[in-house]
């Protein structure tokens, strides 16, 4: 109540204070193009996807957008398309030649790079609401693109934060056999090496194939896994790599060691959590909840955010010009309040938005990275993720 009650003071304050405008409103039209590819279903029918999944989230920002714009002269219309990968840059295309100026994508790393290259040269901005590979922060940069998810890098790190803190710094590491999984792997190892973590032992789980939510699926890999993880070297905690959503959700309570399991399942590192109720996040999700009908989800929230990006811009600067949004947002100026515990602002060397992580098992917040011991001369979120002087980035 407290939280809400400081919200609503801060809206009113900041409403009585903006000015009218009589002059002609300022049109942002954004474009929100989600590139469709066939995934496996998940391991549990709780986890399938909405068919609104992100565009709900931008009904929300578009709604917030408005709310202050009404008051600044500012009108805000979103667009949105679900296109197949080689169908995107056409949609893309069709976007921009309608008046869009700012894109915000939801799709995998080569559907990023691919439509950034495609839009160079254009008057557009694009965001990244999806893509966590770390690659696109780092030999992969686009000047014209910002990043509003989380890198692997960061949520690894927010992780590995707060099992250093628990004092548990033997980790046995379970990697998938696809491409992602080894990514997530990477990262992992990466934040082991720098925060203090010892991975005593590596194991790939390789999927096989087959069934994965009739009897046959998942009782084969229920069995499989009390085997699997015995006569293991001494570890403190299970870590796994399975973003491909293979073995992770069966690791708990089927372990032969009894330790507490994490990574891709049990204690998650996630961009959001519906049970998160701190920093007035409360009102948020009731007023997620009202349009959607559901909960949020973690690409809702950063669809949503990536709108509030382009909202906040567009407010300070009294433009709907990209270039001009772009500026300001990677300045020292800009500042968000993401219902998170704290204000965030982007990284410009790779324009990547600081963040807190969240550490979540399946009901609660667990915990927020980074963790209060881990501090940084510039930002203490700059412990998460790629720092400026690892920054391989050339954003020209």
């Not at 005593?200 to 084969?220: C, I, L």
């Amino acid at each position: 109540m407290k939280h809400l009650l400081q919200y609503c003071l801060f809206v009113l304050s900041a409403v009585v204070a903006m000015p009218s405008y009589a002059a002609d409103p300022i049109s942002v039209k954004v474009g929100i193009l989600r590139v469709e590819r066939e995934r496996p279903l998940p391991l549990s029918r709780l986890d399938l996807p909405p068919d609104d999944l992100g565009f709900a989230g931008a009904t929300l920002g578009e709604n917030d957008n408005n709310t202050t714009g009404r008051f600044l002269g500012q009108v805000y219309e979103t667009i949105t398309e679900t296109a197949p990968p080689e169908e995107a840059a056409a949609a893309m295309d069709a976007m921009i030649d309608g008046g869009v100026g700012f894109i915000v994508m939801m799709g995998n790393a080569g559907d990023v790079i691919d439509l950034s290259d495609h839009a160079a040269g254009r008057d557009v901005l694009l965001l990244n609401a999806q893509a966590e590979d770390n690659m696109l922060r780092t030999d992969e940069c686009r000047a014209n693109l910002l990043h509003v998810a989380s890198s692997r890098a960061m949520m690894a790190d927010g992780l590995a934060q707060f099992l250093m803190w628990k004092r548990w710094r033997k980790w046995l590491l379970i990697v998938g056999s696809h491409p992602e999984d080894e990514a997530w792997a990477e990262a992992l190892r990466r934040a082991a090496s720098r925060f203090g973590g010892k991975i005593v032992e590596e194991r790939v789980f390789k999927d096989t194939g087959g069934a994965r939510r009739t009897d046959t699926g998942h009782v084969q890999v229920q069995k499989q896994i009390p085997v699997f993880t015995q006569r293991a070297k001494k570890h403190d905690v299970v870590i796994a790599a399975d973003e491909s959503d293979v073995f992770a959700g069966y690791l708990p309570y089927h372990t032969w060691d009894a330790r507490p399991v994490a990574g891709s399942a049990g204690l998650r590192p996630v961009g959001w959590h519906p049970g998160n109720e701190a920093w007035g996040a409360t009102q948020f999700q009731r007023r997620f909840e009202k349009i959607a009908n559901r909960r949020v989800r973690t690409l809702d929230f950063q669809v949503w955010l990536a709108l509030r990006v382009i909202g906040e811009g567009v407010t300070r600067t009294s433009s709907a010009d990209p270039k001009a949004v772009r500026d300001y947002v990677l300045g020292s100026d800009f500042e968000l309040g993401i219902f998170k515990g704290t204000k965030v602002n982007f990284r410009p060397w790779n324009q990547q938005l600081r963040s807190p992580v969240l550490l979540a098992n399946d009901r609660m917040i667990v915990s927020v990275s980074p963790q209060k011991e881990y501090l940084h001369q510039v930002s203490q979120l700059d412990t998460l993720g790629y720092d400026e002087p690892e920054s391989r980035c050339s954003l020209n």
